[in-house]
């Protein structure tokens, strides 16, 4: 069982800057692949990017490519999303997950666990 607390979502203007965090519960974290999704109001949810057990992969949705940089410290059981020249498209509850998977995927159903979200808000 994994719990998951996502921090640090606010408002910023357009071409700031914001890390998320994502704090894990239990001794098993760096068993998990970890992702951070978002969802826009009235859209989907949506991958936004992903990082392997140990933090050598990471993938990103072509969107982001570029502007948002995944990490992760096993040592302290968090995932981070580095969030640089932030567009109002940004704008959206973001959210991390955890999957028992080897290599984090781009689906929802992928993740067992789910944190509550942190909102992003990009001002224009």
């Known amino acids: 069982q994994v719990q998951l607390a996502e921090s640090g979502g606010q408002l910023v203007q357009a071409g700031g800057s914001l890390r998320l965090s994502c704090a894990a519960s239990?001794?098993?974290?760096?068993?998990?692949?970890m992702a951070w999704f978002r969802q826009a109001p009235g859209k989907e949810r949506e991958f936004v990017s992903g990082i392997s057990r140990s933090g050598d992969s990471t993938y990103y949705a072509d969107s982001v490519k570029g502007r948002l940089t995944i990490s992760r410290d096993n040592a302290k059981n968090t995932v981070y999303l580095q969030m640089n020249s932030l567009k109002p498209e940004d704008t959206a509850v973001y959210y991390c997950?955890?999957?028992?998977?080897?290599?984090?995927?781009?689906?929802?159903?992928?993740?067992?666990?789910w944190g509550q979200g942190t909102r992003v808000t990009v001002s224009s």
């Open positions: 997950a955890a999957s028992g998977l080897l290599v984090p995927l781009r689906q929802e159903y992928e993740y067992t666990y």
């Open positions: 239990g001794r098993t974290f760096s068993r998990y692949v």
